[in-house]
């Protein structure tokens, strides 16, 4: 029997390996979008495909289990030292979408398979009916891009040049796509070498039995921390303002959420049927959620690894927004990620009230294309992605003006945009009176406004704006999301969530994020944190009197 | 050379560390040093700091003979650790109140965790005030300032109570003019607020880091000016009269007293602590030409690791303190929970960690007797035999053995099934193991190669697990100072005054004026003679020395490149720049990209003013005979068998003795193990020297 001792020590070194080949993929990668974002993962897996650490980008944890399974069940019989797997395909290996390529690599000890070293790396363009392979009205998965199922893209130690060439002459982008193939083949490799030095060194059964300890030990983490919920069921639902394409339809997502014998089970058979446009979720997605809620309730020091799957159980309808058939579209499966945590947070939190919290304000994309217009010598992409803010929760306020859950990443600054672009941000302000009332209050949104000095085709990705974040126990809603134009013009009109609009230099226009929801009854809500929400200006007097009747 | 005074006799280097305060005396005529360690003083550090020096001037020392006075202190840290700074007023301009609110809009800490919270703000919303104005990205101004507005908001904030107002107006770094205005403005109406300009503390494009460095150095200029003051007095009352007073910085230079009182610069002294060790290691880098060290400093709770790379430290630009960003230079390090108070236990899921948690100097370890139950690397390290429980400090604490085993077995071994041995070696294990993956990883980070390296060992438990780090890590020589324990204090021995001047102005370098950049370099160096010129430090020594932070069109982060020896800027000199700029970040980051058009971001000015140094002594020649043991006691290197290791004196280790490991090597201040397959032997100047002698790895 392995002693614990060296399971630490090998947990660590892990740790310590797949930072260093995050850190490699990095040093290497060549397009902004993973240098700027960090948009990727690097992992290591047992010899059934099992994540042994969870990487920083979490939800792209649960994905290297199906896609590793789907390589063992095509191509088990013929793995080979030195072979490299590429994929994309959502449906056939469980990527999130298309633009995300994931890279798994076998290990060996002498003949024995020990394991595997992946990653997943978003990609500037894989083809597709839009540049960036990311278009908001897609109907099929094939308007999306390019779809790779699991194929070799290295043979035995040998690149396989056919399928790079195939692949990059599906890209708009192909040298950048190539660099960062070349980046993520790279570090995979590392991870590879790496492991192998740890079974050089600790032996090829120690490593083995060591990755079963730290799976089984995340189990056990889990099961003790379930043990301490009331067994019974509970269920939640919310909405999304629309796919997309079907503008005026909302889209349902629901979950009953059982916990018997020390399990948990989610089971999402009531969502909507999968939607034309493309915010459909396969099952690695929806597990992400699920992990990530379940965590986030019970305990965010748990250690997620694959060994967590032995206490959870999934149960979905075919043919439904979580568990969408091909060839349904999935390229705005974040936004779709993120109303299913606020889902997944309000059912279980039927079984731990202390961790109770109200729907937060998602996440949203704001892209201004000036064509020629751009100042000379620099990029004329505009790119910025917007936060929003938490709901409030049992004893704690949302917090405001941040990222929310499964999206954690920066803001571009004020003073970097307008010394790039032909723009002017002409206030970046909190919107008082935006987080839900409640005992314990929403997170505050933000309001920025731009005034366009040159003529742009702005196009705005959100969510929120039909359908603002909810209050739970009592709590009220969080502010609508809002994207207005021509703002000061009697042309000036609210948008929807989501689109595109031809502007000219001059132009102002401004997006509020959504706020957070709140959590309780306001009437119960401390007097000294209404003195204090009015002395910061969170909120308005009027609004204390209506919302809290003080 | 900064010292000017007339008796220069004795340099003394003072280090203020959570514990304790070490002082080194150093006599400049025989090169000799002497060592004091007295207790910190939390309350007010000043007061351990004279009693340290006290202890000098009643062992015969003549105050008049200290002519230089070197200070690194964690007085701005804890300050701001534990939020005990001034209250402080904000002005911004109008219409961006959500700047501070949304910082870079990223979530630091646990990623699960939905209760998230930002840290407190140093200037709420309620204390913020919102100025009509606003400049362009071009330095033009759009809105003029509201001086109405700015005097009604400084006498708000003086009514309000502030001690210290921060100004940040957006792109004041391309005109400070409106900053400037405002500070005048604030001075008439209340002249007893300190004013920091985000113009002047961080002159950089962004307005986030820049607000927030702002807020911080507003936030701790009371604390350290006060500091000063009473220090100043303190050492004027003992007779220490030097005008030669310096305080170190997070850049690794000392700034004088009289820059620290301005508050001017006080955010430059965040990180002034663990930057002695790594210039005390620059120092000897620099001695034992040509070696490249990383540097292990193991205190009671963390380990603080860092490279010397050409006798220089690496540096950053941009960093967290406390979960503060504070974008000034700052020496390159890492800080692992890895110290001797570091907790271990039994975690959810069975798995044995050690740290993050650490049982500090109270309770302290289990075998300190003072009420700590929880086992520590320091009771796995006297449980294995590693430290002397009767020689602890030199004797001054007693540590109890049964104590520290007791802890091991009831919270580890026994829940675990191992023994009391098992369980103490695997901690140790764990501990040496996580400290090499940190250096394997951040060496990785930064392009290096740790084998090339040597290990340099200090702290009080550095030299205790030095030998199994290197093992790990492939690292064949240790080089352990003569005063493993104060060798902070010596590092303040060992810097030179710098003062970092920096202003962001972004365009493509293609369309940029060699004649504008000229200009903009001029302005930061005029900056820095005036500063240096009134802090006394005559400008005939200054070196100055120019930098530009460059990036690829469209990067979010820009890389700092040297100028030096490129000269005035004319077209040839940017094509330079260029030219090492790609050649800098295809070593940092693996590739250049020499056709894509690059942007200068920032112009930096750093002045340095040469210090006298501490040389090393080197020692009498001598025969090199093997020393006498002065006892022997028994090791569990590994759980199944207790080894009989010889212990030596250290300072019985005359130059070119040697000891060959197994061995132990005790002195007051550090503990030092010699595994078996090392040697040991004591070089010219005192270091001992562990070298790898085992098979090849």
């Not at chain 1, 649960?62 to 390589?71: D, L, P």
């Not at chain 2, 000015?605 to 005979?625: D, I, T």
Request: charged content about 25%.
């Amino acid at each position: 029997m392995i002693d614990p001792v060296t399971v630490e020590i090998l947990r660590n070194k892990v740790a310590g390996l797949t930072d260093e080949m995050h850190y490699h993929f990095y040093r290497s990668g060549y397009s902004t979008i993973i240098r700027e974002s960090r948009d990727f993962s690097c992992v290591v897996l047992d010899a059934e495909g099992r994540l042994i650490t969870a990487p920083p980008m979490f939800f792209h944890g649960t994905v290297y289990r199906h896609f590793c399974a789907r390589v063992l069940a095509t191509h088990g019989d013929t793995l080979a030292p030195g072979d490299v797997f590429v994929s994309n395909h959502p449906y056939d290996a469980g990527l999130p979408h298309v633009s995300d390529m994931g890279f798994v690599a076998p290990v060996f000890s002498g003949k024995r398979l020990i394991g595997f070293s992946g990653s997943i790396a978003h990609k500037a363009d894989v083809g597709g009916t839009m540049p960036g392979s990311t278009s908001a009205n897609a109907t099929e998965i094939f308007h999306e891009g390019l779809l790779l199922p699991p194929v070799r893209i290295r043979a035995a130690g040998k690149p396989c040049p056919d399928i790079e060439r195939l692949i990059l002459a599906n890209s708009r982008q192909p040298e950048l796509v190539a660099g960062d193939i070349g980046a993520q083949v790279a570090a995979t490799c590392m991870g590879v070498a790496r492991m192998e030095e740890l079974a050089e060194r600790f032996g090829a059964d120690t490593v083995c039995e060591a990755f079963a300890a730290i799976l089984k030990g995340a189990a056990d983490e889990l099961a003790t921390a379930i043990a301490e919920l009331p067994e019974g069921s509970a269920s939640a639902e919310g909405f999304m303002d629309t796919d997309g394409v079907e503008l005026e339809r909302m889209i349902r997502m629901a979950v009953i959420v059982t916990v018997k014998n020390g399990r948990v089970l989610f089971d999402f058979s009531n969502s909507d049927a999968q939607a034309k446009g493309p915010i459909n979720l396969r099952p690695s997605m929806v597990e992400a959620c699920c992990f990530y809620s379940l965590i986030g309730c019970l305990g965010p020091d748990i250690h997620f690894n694959d060994g967590c799957r032995d206490v959870v159980d999934f149960k979905y309808a075919p043919d439904t927004i979580t568990n969408a058939t091909a060839p349904a579209p999935v390229s705005s499966y974040q936004m779709a990620n993120l109303k299913l945590v606020d889902v997944i947070l309000e059912a279980l939190s039927h079984f731990r009230p202390e961790r109770a919290v109200a729907n937060a304000g998602s996440s949203g994309a704001l892209l201004i294309n000036w064509g020629k217009g751009g100042r000379p010598g620099q990029s004329n992409l505009q790119y910025e992605i917007l936060g929003s803010a938490y709901g409030g929760g049992f004893g704690h306020d949302g917090a405001s003006c941040t990222a929310t859950h499964l999206s954690n990443l920066h803001v571009t600054p004020i003073e970097i945009l307008e010394s790039e672009y032909p723009v002017r941000v002409t206030s970046f302000e909190l919107v008082p009176d935006s987080g839900g009332a409640g005992e314990f209050r929403g997170g505050l949104a933000f309001r920025r406004a731009y005034e366009l000095l040159a003529d742009g085709t702005v196009i705005r990705r959100y969510d929120r704006a039909k359908c603002p974040p909810q209050g739970v126990d009592g709590g009220k809603a969080g502010r609508a999301s809002r994207f207005v134009i021509k703002v000061g013009t009697p042309d000036e009109r609210v948008t929807p969530a989501s689109g595109r609009f031809e502007m000219k230099a001059g132009d102002r226009l401004y997006l509020e994020s959504a706020g957070g929801g709140g959590y309780g009854d306001p009437a119960k809500r401390a007097q000294e944190r209404i003195a204090r929400d009015i002395a910061e200006g969170y909120v308005t007097a009027d609004a204390a009197k209506r919302d809290y009747g003080k | 050379m900064a010292e000017t005074g007339k008796s220069a006799r004795f340099r003394l280097g003072v280090d203020v560390g959570g514990t304790h305060t070490d002082l080194v005396l150093l006599d400049s005529a025989t090169g000799e040093t002497r060592v004091e360690k007295v207790s910190s003083t939390p309350g007010n550090p000043s007061e351990g700091v004279l009693e340290g020096v006290r202890r000098f001037l009643a062992k015969g020392v003549a105050p008049e003979d200290i002519s230089f006075f070197a200070h690194g202190t964690t007085i701005t840290t804890n300050a701001l650790l534990e939020m005990r700074g001034a209250r402080v007023g904000l002005m911004i301009t109008q219409g961006y109140n959500a700047v501070q609110e949304t910082q870079n809009q990223a979530r630091d800490g646990n990623p699960f965790d939905y209760f998230y919270d930002r840290p407190t703000p140093i200037a709420p919303q309620s204390r913020t005030r919102e100025i009509p104005e606003r400049t362009d990205y071009a330095g033009n101004v759009l809105v003029p300032l509201d001086e109405d507005a700015v005097r009604e908001g400084a006498k708000a904030l003086d009514a309000a109570g502030v001690d210290a107002v921060a100004v940040c107006y957006m792109f004041s770094y391309m005109n400070p003019a409106h900053e400037a205005r405002t500070r005048a403005i604030i001075n008439e109406v209340a002249p007893r607020l300190h004013v920091s300009l985000s113009s002047d503390v961080l002159p950089r494009i962004r307005e986030w880091p820049r607000l927030s460095t702002t807020l911080v150095n507003a936030y701790l200029a009371p604390v350290l000016t006060r500091y000063i003051r009473d220090l100043s007095q303190g050492l004027d009352g003992l007779g220490v009269k030097t005008p030669q007073r310096f305080l170190m910085q997070s850049n690794g230079g000392v700034m004088p007293f009289a820059a620290a009182v301005t508050g001017e610069k006080t955010v430059h002294t965040l990180l002034s602590g663990p930057a002695a060790g790594a210039q005390a290691a620059a120092w000897v880098a620099r001695a034992s030409a040509g070696a490249g060290l990383v540097t292990l400093d193991m205190g009671g709770t963390s380990a603080d690791i860092a490279f010397i790379e050409d006798g220089v430290p690496l540096e950053v630009t941009e960093g967290a303190v406390a979960r503060r960003q504070v974008d000034v230079p700052a020496l390159d390090m890492t800080t692992i929970s890895a110290g001797g108070g570091s907790i271990a236990r039994v975690a959810p899921g069975g798995f044995l960690t050690v740290g993050p948690e650490s049982a500090g100097a109270q309770p302290g370890p289990a075998c300190y007797g003072r009420g700590g139950e929880q086992p520590t690397v320091t009771d796995a390290d006297i449980a294995c035999g590693y430290l002397n429980p009767d020689y602890f400090l030199g004797g001054a604490q007693k540590l109890d053995v049964a104590a520290a085993e007791r802890a091991l077995d009831t919270q580890i071994a026994k829940p675990l099934g191992l023994s009391v041995r098992e369980a103490a070696t695997g901690i140790r294990r764990i501990v040496d193991e996580r400290m090499a993956d940190e250096v394997r990883v951040f060496a990785a980070k930064r392009g290096l190669e740790p084998r090339a390296f040597t290990l340099l060992p200090f702290g009080g438990a550095g030299a205790v697990h030095a030998a199994a780090v290197a093992e790990e890590l492939g690292i064949a020589r240790i080089l352990v100072p003569p005063r493993p324990g104060a060798f902070s204090a010596l590092g303040l021995l060992c810097s030179d005054v710098v003062h970092d001047y920096i202003r962001s102005e972004l365009s493509p370098l293609s369309r940029l004026a060699p004649e504008h950049a000229e200009e903009l370099f001029t302005e930061l160096e005029s900056r820095a003679r005036a500063d240096l010129a009134s802090e006394g430090l005559a400008d005939a020594d200054a070196r100055l020395e120019r930098e530009m932070d460059l990036r690829y069109a469209g990067q979010g982060y820009e890389l700092r490149v040297s100028l030096e020896g490129i000269g005035a800027m004319n077209a040839a000199a940017l094509a330079a720049a260029r030219a090492r700029f790609d050649e800098h970040h295809a070593r940092i980051h693996g590739h250049a990209a020499a056709e894509k058009p690059v942007e200068v971001v920032s112009y930096r000015v750093r002045a340095r003013v040469a210090v006298p140094k501490y040389k090393a002594r080197e020692l009498p020649a001598h025969s090199g005979a093997a020393p006498a043991p002065k006892g022997k006691r028994q090791v569990w290197f590994d759980a199944t068998r207790a080894t009989e290791v010889p212990v030596f004196e250290r300072d019985a280790i005359r130059r070119g003795g040697k000891v060959t490991g197994p061995a132990i090597v005790e002195q007051m201040d550090a503990t030092t193990i010699i595994p078996a397959d090392w040697d040991g032997e004591v070089d010219a100047f005192g270091n001992l020297i562990l070298t790898y002698r085992g098979p090849a790895r």
